[in-house]
């Protein structure tokens, strides 16, 4: 398991933006997948964004598709969420999570039972 570190949440008025930023410990394939996940209160996780490192392949969940980049720099090991445009409903627990590719059947689905390492999380709050 990878150890993930989350840094870049804060509190922004509606448009603003944010980026997020992932450092994992050092990892022996490229052959995995590093993910944003966040959750609001009172609701369930749900995948934002993943990213396969090996060829920087990105996948988005529909609300984001637009408005949020994901993106790497290999050799600091680091995965960034780039958020524009942020909304009201972006706001909740933003969590890094990192896995296996081999774990990963159907990438743009952005399961979070697929991701076996996790970070702490950054609050991300958006204000209206």
């Known amino acids: 398991q990878l150890h993930l570190v989350e840094s870049g949440g804060g509190s922004v008025q509606a448009g603003g933006s944010l980026r997020l930023a992932c450092a994992a410990s050092a990892y022996t394939s490229a052959r995995i997948f590093m993910g944003w996940f966040r959750q609001a209160p009172g609701k369930e996780r749900e995948g934002v964004a993943s990213?396969?490192?090996?060829?920087?392949?990105?996948f988005y969940a529909n609300s984001v598709k637009g408005r949020f980049t994901i993106s790497q720099d290999r050799p600091k090991n680091t995965v960034y969420l780039q958020m524009n445009d942020l909304k009201p409903e972006d706001t909740g627990m933003y969590y890094c999570?990192?896995?296996?590719?081999?774990?990963?059947?159907?990438?743009?689905?952005?399961?979070?039972?697929?991701?076996?390492?996790w970070g702490q999380g950054t609050q991300v709050t958006v204000s209206s």
């Open positions: 999570a990192a896995t296996d590719g081999r774990l990963v059947w159907r990438p743009y689905d952005l399961r979070s039972s697929d991701y076996t390492s």
């Open positions: 990213i396969y490192i090996l060829d920087s392949k990105p």
